[in-house]
């Protein structure tokens, strides 16, 4: 069965501080690992991983894969109180007609100021 | 502007009876998704449809119905035999080119 598994579940932070999000997966015919962030309706995307050890960023998000390990982190440095959401990871898995993501429960960030 | 249109955003039903989800994207995509997000869930794939009069059952696929007539166009029909109708419903499509997923805003069922 394929499974996303992301921790910690919740986290509640100051402003200022540094965030790592971990999200492991085990799905078959990998394709890539996505990132979403959804604060109230529909998730917005942050990054999409396909290589291992490649990190991107975005501002103060960065995020890596490590394909040995079936595992990615997202970063998020000097937090702000907007950078407040759930954090979903998926596996992309499949190809062509069979292409799905299978998501993650989440990780709800809190920010306080 | 292109995007993915669900409607209602909020949808009252009584139990017992059938309702249809709205989802209509303008940006030529392929492929159309709908998953179900309950509190401490995540998202749950439903059904997928890759083409036109096509479509693969998701993980949690019983008590619901799909169409896919229209490229544009993929409602989702939650049935009496769906025990647990009450959920935030999510729409999204995507290209097989880039594999990301573009959401719609999602309509809130809640089943009285």
């Known amino acids: 069965e394929d499974k996303v598994v992301q921790s910690p579940l919740s986290l509640v932070v100051h402003e200022g501080d540094t965030v790592t999000l971990n999200c492991s997966y085990e799905v078959t015919n990998f394709r890539s690992l996505l990132w979403y962030k959804q604060e109230k309706k529909a998730p917005t995307f942050l990054f999409m991983l396909?290589?291992?050890?490649i990190e991107k960023k975005s501002g103060r998000l960065s995020s890596i894969l490590d394909k040995k390990e079936l595992f990615s982190i997202l970063n998020i440095t000097a937090t702000q109180t907007g950078d407040s959401a759930v954090y979903l990871c998926a596996g992309g898995l499949g190809g062509g007609s069979n292409y799905k993501l299978t998501f993650g429960k989440g990780t709800l960030l809190t920010v306080n100021p | 502007d292109g995007g993915i249109t669900q409607s209602p955003k909020y949808l009252f039903r009584k139990e017992g009876q059938n309702v249809t989800l709205s989802c209509e994207q303008n940006?030529?995509?392929?492929?159309m998704y709908w998953y179900r997000q309950d509190p401490g869930q995540g998202l749950r794939l439903i059904y997928y449809?890759?083409?036109?009069?096509?479509?693969q059952k998701g993980d949690i696929a019983e008590g619901y119905s799909v169409s896919r007539e229209k490229k544009e166009s993929f409602p989702l029909t939650v049935t009496s035999a769906q025990k647990n109708p009450t959920a935030f419903y999510l729409c999204?499509?995507?290209?097989?080119?880039?594999?990301?997923?573009?959401f719609g805003s999602g309509t809130r069922l809640t089943v009285v």
């Open positions: 999204a499509s995507s290209t097989t080119a880039n594999y990301g997923y573009t």
């Open positions: 449809s890759q083409i036109v009069n096509d479509f």
């Open positions: 940006l030529n995509h392929d492929a």
């Open positions: 396909t290589s291992s050890g």
